[in-house]
């Protein structure tokens, strides 16, 4: 029996318009009435998770930043996995040295020091996911980021890096150039205590090595009494792995990666035909959830 439902956001719950459908927010509602935890499993800080979730009526713990932060439906932090001060200053030099742009995720929020290339940067992960998407509507959405705070502009990232007041969750890195990317990836390979992922191909996210999306969730259900083999986690990219590995009922969405689908026991609809929803009624259908 299925007892609670991960869900990961971009190209999983969201669809080409950066939105929950209809059905995947009447799916959800449903599973939480038939008294199904349902957690929202995101790369995105917590600003940016609820900012996406507002006006669904969907409440509901959140893990965010790949897990380095774990929040309870009314927002209170019930657990935070952050990267110690000197291993976050050391990744730091290294990622400027390469000279690859990266944004800077906190317990206060998310920053940059570069809101042209924080524009580009959201622009260019809506395209590689959903190329048919209107590019002028896609800008739009990018400087909305900007423009409700949920990305801060800083002039240099060291103030934030040496703010003791500040635990640093996340780099993540970005760029279109493959070979830049790479430099960065090998840079960073290696260092004891570092995990990085990607959910995508043109970025990195760099937290610690505790702070993955499937020992959150499992974490998080163990404070519940709730067991990882009677949980469903759906998601459509390498930072979701850690989830999809350990629970029970793994759905790969139908935009997800090769290797993604090949790790999952099934497969889901694409992002833009409410995947999500369908992943939950399939398991209704197979009388898991009761």
Request: glycine share 6%.
């Amino acid at each position: 029996m299925i007892t609670s439902i991960a869900t990961d956001m971009d190209g999983t719950l969201l669809n080409g318009e950066m939105e929950v459908s209809e059905a995947n927010r009447k799916a959800i509602k449903k599973a939480q009435e038939l008294g199904v935890e349902v957690i929202v499993a995101t790369g995105r800080s917590y600003a940016e998770a609820r900012f996406a979730l507002e006006g669904t009526g969907i409440e509901c713990p959140i893990i965010a930043v790949n897990g380095a932060e774990v929040r309870d439906a009314a927002g209170k932090v019930i657990q935070f996995t952050a990267l110690e001060d000197d291993l976050a200053y050391d990744l730091y030099r290294r990622l400027k040295d390469v000279g690859v742009y990266f944004e800077v995720y906190t317990n206060e929020g998310t920053y940059t020091d570069n809101p042209e290339k924080a524009v580009e940067l959201l622009i260019d992960i809506i395209l590689s996911a959903h190329p048919e998407t209107n590019i002028d509507d896609i800008r739009e959405r990018a400087k909305l980021r900007m423009d409700q705070g949920l990305v801060k502009q800083v002039d240099d990232y060291e103030e934030i890096i040496r703010d003791t007041d500040q635990h640093i969750y996340k780099f993540f890195v970005f760029s279109t150039d493959y070979d830049l990317l790479q430099k960065a990836a090998d840079r960073l390979d290696g260092i004891e205590g570092v995990a990085i992922s990607s959910s995508g191909s043109e970025n990195l996210e760099v937290t610690n090595d505790q702070a993955q999306k499937g020992i959150a969730l499992e974490a998080f259900l163990s404070s519940k009494g709730l067991s990882m083999k009677d949980a469903l986690a759906v998601g459509d990219n390498y930072n979701d792995l850690s989830m999809l590995e350990r629970v029970g009922y793994s759905y790969a969405m139908g935009n997800a990666d090769e290797n993604i689908k090949k790790v999952c026991r099934f497969e889901t609809a694409i992002n833009n035909d409410s995947g999500v929803a369908k992943a939950i009624e399939d398991a209704l259908e197979r009388s898991v959830v009761k």
